[in-house]
């Protein structure tokens, strides 16, 4: 490939870690929107964060193997497809105003998501001199984290309209006019996913049309095809204690995030009295948190132990969050960035440090940690139970209990000096 083609692919591969980004953090939104516009509970509601990971939990593996055959642009290029297909589906599903077809239209969009992450990271490390590869990864890695704040904020501004019914405003409309409202407010989502749609398939034409070196895996896991054996392996490896503990954490890990900021600006209207409108934006400043906590994180990992740093952040967490619990009013939402900024080293360090001394079964352990992110299709709902059963206050003592497991795994990891950090999520 000459100089010119490898920019050119590595533009598009950095351009599918923002798409993947985008989508996954419309989910607050969707959240919120969704709520309204179908009439559910907190726990139906979160629903929305559970048919995005369970994606992520069972199709890594598939996605694997089809690029096994295949290959990664192969992969890429279904990831796209799927992505696509996905986001049309909204259209249809807000006309029906059915919350199922929204779930199912998001499964799809984050099965492919799957296959783009699976794809990624193995091609930014290959589009360039070797001895960057790693600083690739981040700066890839940093269009992830703009689309995490550029997401809520072009979702809040497109979608949410800011209007909530009172019960005493539902109980003055008459059926046709309450069906008119929430018509209206379901059909919000049908242009912005059109346009997603249709934009995620430029990619995907562009992609096409672009050549991308195939990748060569030195010592490739054959075992990948072979269900039997490839179970066997995933057993003896859940033997090992330190990837079994990371696993656990990155559960808990993901599970949290997904709860703290799908329910922010739920939690926003009922604890600060802040609008939907003010709220959305809100959640834009503490997606904005997160970003600055991950390159801040990974600038002082030059001077501090990753390991100290990420036991510290999660008593930060833990602190903020127990003084939450007792709080009204605006400091709780300040208090919500600050968890969102030290949530955000967590995924990347969590993942160093649970495949740390498998040596050549770090790609299956891997794997493994990578399907533990289906803790954000569980807690969600844990949380979303807790509120419709006491109140959302009582659902955000949940990720308390997340943070001081992974802060237990750091405690028991504090001899490790040196840390390779993983890309993050």
Avoid at 214 to 241: C, F, P, Q, Y
Avoid at 268 to 287: I, P, Q
């Amino acid at each position: 490939m000459s100089k010119d083609q490898k920019f050119v692919a590595l533009a598009l591969v950095t351009s599918l870690f923002f798409i993947w980004g985008f989508a996954l953090n419309l989910n607050p939104i969707l959240i919120a929107h969704l709520k309204k516009a179908c009439q559910l509970t907190d726990f139906q509601s979160s629903l929305v964060d559970s048919a995005s990971y369970i994606a992520y939990f069972l199709l890594p593996i598939p996605a694997a193997r089809f690029m096994h055959r295949y290959g990664y642009k192969g992969g890429i290029l279904l990831g796209l497809v799927l992505f696509a297909i996905g986001a049309f589906l909204f259209f249809p599903a807000a006309a029906v105003r059915s919350y199922a077809f929204f779930l199912s239209s998001l499964f799809v969009i984050f099965s492919g998501a799957a296959f783009l992450e699976t794809a990624a990271n193995p091609y930014i490390t290959i589009l360039g001199d070797p001895a960057t590869a790693t600083q690739r990864i981040n700066f890839s890695q940093s269009f992830n984290g703009l689309a995490a704040t550029l997401g809520p904020l072009a979702g809040g501004i497109f979608i949410l309209s800011g209007k909530n019914l009172t019960a005493a405003q539902e109980a003055a409309m008459t059926p046709g006019q309450l069906n008119d409202y929430l018509n209206k407010e379901a059909s919000a989502v049908q242009i912005p996913y059109l346009i997603i749609g249709l934009v995620v398939l430029v990619v995907a034409i562009l992609i096409f049309r672009t050549p991308l070196p195939e990748i060569v895996e030195e010592g490739s896991e054959e075992v990948d095809v072979e269900t039997g054996t490839l179970l066997s392996k995933i057993w003896a490896l859940l033997k090992v204690n330190q990837l079994r503990k990371g696993i656990i954490s990155q559960f808990f890990y993901v599970g949290a995030q997904a709860g703290i900021l799908g329910f922010f600006i739920r939690y926003s209207e009922r604890v600060a009295g802040l609008t939907e409108t003010s709220a959305k934006f809100y959640l834009a400043a503490a997606t904005f948190c997160f970003m600055l906590g991950r390159f801040s994180g990974t600038y002082l990992m030059k001077f501090i132990n990753p390991v100290k740093l990420l036991a510290f952040y999660c008593s930060m967490n833990v602190l903020l969050l127990v003084g939450i619990f007792f709080l009204h009013g605006m400091f709780t939402i300040y208090a919500l960035m600050g968890v969102t900024f030290f949530m955000s080293i967590m995924f990347p360090t969590v993942f160093s440090l649970s495949t740390v001394g498998l040596g050549s079964r770090t790609k299956l352990g891997s794997s493994l940690v990578i399907m533990g992110i289906v803790g954000g299709a569980i807690i969600p709902p844990i949380m979303g139970k807790v509120s419709d059963l006491s109140s959302i206050k009582f659902a955000y003592l949940i990720p308390i209990i997340c943070f001081s497991y992974i802060l237990y795994f750091a405690y028991r990891n504090l001899n490790i000096k040196k840390l390779e950090i993983a890309a993050g999520h």
